[in-house]
C-alpha cells in the first residue's frame, strides 16, 4: 500500500473553501482495499441476534408501507439515469422502522439516521462562512436530537451516502487506478467528520448505490470497503448493518478516542466550579461548547495527574483526511490546573516522535515553544501504541512502518493564542518577530523547521510579555536536525563526592561525532498555503527529490504566514470601514488547494497588492513592510510578477537572485514595528 501522507503535505482549514477532492484521488490511490472482510468484523455484524434479524425482515414483509417503498425503490434505481433524491423519502422510512424495532430486550437505537442533505455542517458555528457545503445525504445523531439535530459535524457518529445507479459503486478491479467518484466524495466527508469530530480516530460510512450497499472505513491512510450486497437479496445483512451502527457500535467502535471522554454535564460544572474555587477564569468556556479530558494512555492513564481537560474551543484543527490530522488546544492538568498547550496529530510510522526532536534543543529561547511532555499515544491500560495499525488489526499490535501512522501528543508551554487574534497590528508583528528569532535560534543548531503555518506560531498569551517573548514558534514534528546527537535521561539515585544523595538527576549526553538519529521521513514538507514557491514548483512538477527544504524557504513561509494573519485578523474583528468583498480577497489568497494553482496566484500582485486596494484598514508602516517584503521575494523568488517592477527598485536590484535570510526579514520587521505607535 502506497503512503498517502509520504510527503507530509495537509490542507489548512483556510484552504477548505472549495471542495479538494482532485487532491484527495491522488492521495488515495493505492490506498484503498476492496472486499475487505475485517470491516465486518469490526461493525459486528455476526453479533445482532439471528431473532431479530428473522423478526425484522417478517414485520418489514407484513408492512404495506415499507413493501411499497421496496417496491418503488426499485424502479428508481433501474436508471437509465439517477432519481437519487426520489430515494430519500423511500430510504428514510425504511431506517426508521429499522431504528425504533426493539430488540430482545426491549432497546432500540441509540442512535438514528437523519437526512441532512439540506444542512451544511459546520466544526465551528462561528466558522461556516469557511467550510464547504460537502455534506452526507444521511447523518447518525443521537435519537434524543433526532428532531432538532444541530448543524455541527461534532454531533454526527457516522453517516451515508445514497447515490442513483449500482454502476456507481467504489469497487473497482484495479486498486492503483483513480479512484471513483463516490470514494472521493465520501473521502471529503470523512475528513470532515474526522475534523469536526474532536480526537476522532476514524469514520464509518454506509453506502447505497443503486440497489446496492457497502460499508466503508475511513483512517489516515486509507479506506476499506467491505463486500458490496444487494439491498433486497441480501436484506438480512442490511438490517445487520444498520442494527450495528445506530444500535450495537459503541462510541469508540465508530472511531472515537479510548483515551478522551467528553465531561458530562454535572462533571462540567464540578471542572469549573474548581476553577473559580482556585482563582482561574472559566470565561473561554462558552454554554454549549463541550469539555473533553485527555490522556496520553498506558499504564498510568488511570491517575489525574496524567489527565487533561479542554480550556475554550480549539486553536487550530487542520481539514485533512490524510497526512497529520493536527489539533491544537490549550488544556489544564485536572490535578495541578497548569495551564499547557496540547498537540494532538498523527505521524508517519517511519518518522521519529516529535517529542525526541524538542529533546535535541540546546538551552532555550523564548521564541520556541518548551516541551514539558508527551509521546506515542497508548490505549488505556496497555502499552500498545494507537495506530492505523493496530486499529486495523483489531488492537492487536503490529510492526509500524511508513504505510501507517501513529497517534502522537505532546504539551508544550507557554501557552498562546492564534497569530491572528491580535488585538492591534503591533501586537501581531512582535509576535512574529520573536517567533522568526527563536526560528533563528533553532537553525543556529542544525534544527530546521520545514512546516511554517499560521497554526503553528503562537501569540503570547501575557498581558504584558518580555521582549521577544510576544509570540513563539511550536510544532517540530516536521523538523530536520543536522546537528549533533543529544541524549537526555533521568538517573533515579545517585551519589555526590561529599554523600549527598540526589534523586531523579536528569543528565544531558551531546554526540559530537554522532549525527542526530532522528528519522524525518521526507525531504520536503509544508502546508501547502504557506510553502515556499520553489517547493511549490518542484511539487507541480513533480520534482521533489531534486530541491531541497532550505532556512530561506522557511523564511519566506514567514511572509505567507504574515499575509495570512494580517487579513484574517481584519475578517475575525472586522473595522467599521473594512470594504464590502475583503471576506472574498481572503479566500481568492488563501483557498487554493494545488501546488500549481498556489504559485500561479502568487506570480500575480494579487497577494500582495491588498495593502494597497484597502489602505483605510492597514496602516502605512505595514504597507511599506509589505512593500519591502514584496521586493525581496522578487529577488530571491523564481517567478516573475506578471505585471511592472516593484516601484523605488534600487539600482542594481534583481540582478542577481537573493535568499531570504532571517536577518534581512527582522530588519524589515524592526522598521515597521518602530514606526507603529504603541498604543
Known amino acids: 500500500m502506497a503512503s498517502g501522507s509520504s510527503l507530509g503535505f495537509e490542507v489548512s482549514r483556510s484552504g477548505h473553501t472549495e471542495a479538494s477532492r482532485n487532491t484527495l484521488k491522488s492521495e488515495l490511490r493505492g490506498n484503498i482495499v476492496f472486499d475487505d472482510s475485517s470491516v465486518f468484523q469490526h461493525l459486528g455484524v455476526d453479533a445482532i441476534e439471528d431473532a431479530f434479524v428473522k423478526r425484522a425482515v417478517e414485520l418489514f414483509e407484513a408492512t404495506p408501507a415499507l413493501v411499497q417503498a421496496r417496491a418503488e425503490l426499485q424502479v428508481l434505481t433501474q436508471g437509465p439515469q439517477s432519481r437519487e433524491q ?44 469557511m467550510y464547504p457545503k460537502n455534506k452526507p445525504d444521511f447523518s447518525a445523531v443521537l435519537a434524543e436530537l433526532f428532531d432538532q439535530p444541530s448543524n455541527l459535524w461534532r454531533d454526527r457518529f457516522s453517516w451515508c451516502e445514497i447515490k442513483g445507479l449500482s454502476g456507481d459503486r467504489p469497487h473497482q478491479v484495479d486498486p492503483m487506478a483513480d479512484p471513483k467518484p463516490i470514494t472521493c466524495q465520501t473521502a471529503d466527508y470523512a475528513r470532515l467528520h474526522l475534523s469536526g469530530y474532536p480526537f476522532q480516530l476514524f469514520s464509518v460510512g454506509l453506502l447505497i448505490y443503486g440497489d446496492e450497499f457497502s460499508v466503508g472505513i475511513y483512517d489516515r491512510v486509507g479506506v476499506r470497503y467491505s463486500h458490496s450486497y444487494n439491498m433486497w437479496g441480501d436484506f438480512d445483512i442490511f438490517v445487520r448493518v444498520v442494527r450495528c451502527i445506530t444500535a450495537n457500535m459503541t462510541p469508540q467502535q465508530l472511531g472515537q478516542d479510548p483515551t478522551v471522554r467528553c465531561l458530562a454535564p454535572q462533571e462540567r460544572g464540578a471542572w469549573l466550579d474548581k476553577l473559580q474555587l482556585n482563582g482561574l477564569s472559566t470565561d473561554d468556556y462558552a454554554l454549549n461548547d463541550p469539555v473533553y479530558e485527555i490522556s496520553l494512555g498506558g499504564a498510568t492513564s488511570h491517575l489525574d495527574s496524567e489527565h487533561w481537560i479542554t480550556a475554550g474551543r480549539p486553536i487550530w484543527i487542520s481539514l485533512s483526511m490524510f497526512g497529520r490530522g493536527t489539533l491544537v488546544w490549550r488544556v489544564r492538568n485536572k490535578q495541578t490546573l497548569l495551564l499547557r498547550v496540547l498537540k494532538n496529530a498523527w505521524r508517519n510510522g517511519a518518522r521519529s516522535p516529535e517529542s525526541t526532536v524538542y ?69 501581531l508583528l512582535k509576535g512574529l518577530r520573536a517567533a522568526l528569532q527563536g526560528h533563528k535560534f533553532l537553525c ?58 540526589l534523586k531523579d538527576v536528569k ?93 500561479t496566484f502568487r506570480s500575480s500582485r494579487t497577494q500582495w497588492g491588498f495593502v494597497r486596494e484597502y489602505p483605510k484598514v492597514f496602516s502605512r508602516p505595514v504597507r511599506d513592510l509589505l512593500r519591502q517584503l514584496q521586493k525581496r521575494f522578487t529577488r530571491s523568488s523564481i517567478l516573475q510578477l506578471d505585471e511592472d517592477a516593484p516601484e523605488e527598485e534600487e539600482e542594481g536590484e534583481g540582478d542577481v537572485p537573493e535568499p531570504l535570510t532571517h536577518t534581512a526579514v527582522l530588519a524589515a520587521l524592526d522598521t515597521a514595528i518602530a514606526k507603529l505607535p504603541a498604543h
Not at 510544532?475 to 551519589?495: K, N, S
Request: aromatic letters at 8%.
Open 86 to 129: 426520489e430515494m430519500y423519502p423511500r430510504l428514510a422510512l425504511i431506517f426508521r422502522f429499522l431504528e425504533l424495532l426493539k430488540d430482545g430486550v426491549g432497546r432500540q437505537s441509540r442512535l438514528r439516521f437523519f437526512q441532512s442533505s439540506g444542512l451544511q455542517l459546520v466544526i465551528e458555528p462561528n466558522d461556516s462562512w
Open 507 to 599: 543528565i544531558m549526553h551531546i554526540d559530537f561525532g554522532q549525527p542526530s538519529s532522528i528519522k524525518r521521513g521526507a525531504p520536503m514538507t509544508g502546508t501547502l498555503q504557506f510553502m515556499a514557491v520553489d517547493l511549490l514548483e518542484a511539487l507541480a512538477r513533480r520534482r521533489t527529490s531534486q530541491v531541497e527544504h532550505l532556512p530561506q524557504h522557511d523564511v519566506e513561509s514567514f511572509i505567507w504566514v504574515l499575509i495570512y494573519a494580517l487579513m484574517r485578523r481584519l475578517i475575525e474583528h472586522p473595522p467599521d470601514n473594512i470594504p464590502e468583498g475583503f471576506k472574498n480577497e481572503f479566500v481568492m489568497c488563501f483557498g487554493r488547494t494545488t501546488p500549481m494553482n498556489i504559485m
Open 359 to 427: 529533546e535535541q534543543i540546546q538551552g532555550w529561547h523564548p521564541g520556541v515553544a518548551r516541551f514539558d511532555r508527551g509521546g506515542d499515544v497508548k490505549f488505556p491500560g496497555q502499552d500498545a501504541v494507537i495506530s492505523t495499525a493496530t486499529l486495523r488489526n483489531g488492537g492487536i499490535p503490529i510492526q509500524e512502518s511508513d504505510q501507517h501512522a501513529v497517534l502522537h501528543r505532546v504539551l508544550i508551554y507557554p501557552v498562546g493564542r492564534s497569530l491572528y487574534s491580535a488585538r492591534s497590528e503591533l501586537e
Open 444 to 501: 543556529d543548531q542544525g534544527i530546521l523547521h520545514r512546516d511554517i503555518s499560521i497554526g503553528n506560531i503562537m501569540l503570547s498569551s501575557d498581558e504584558d510579555p518580555q521582549p521577544g517573548a510576544e509570540g513563539f514558534l511550536m510544532d517540530l514534528e516536521f523538523a530536520r536536525h543536522t546537528g549533533p546527537d543529544v541524549q537526555r535521561r533521568t538517573i533515579p539515585l545517585v551519589r555526590t563526592p561529599n554523600g549527598q544523595m
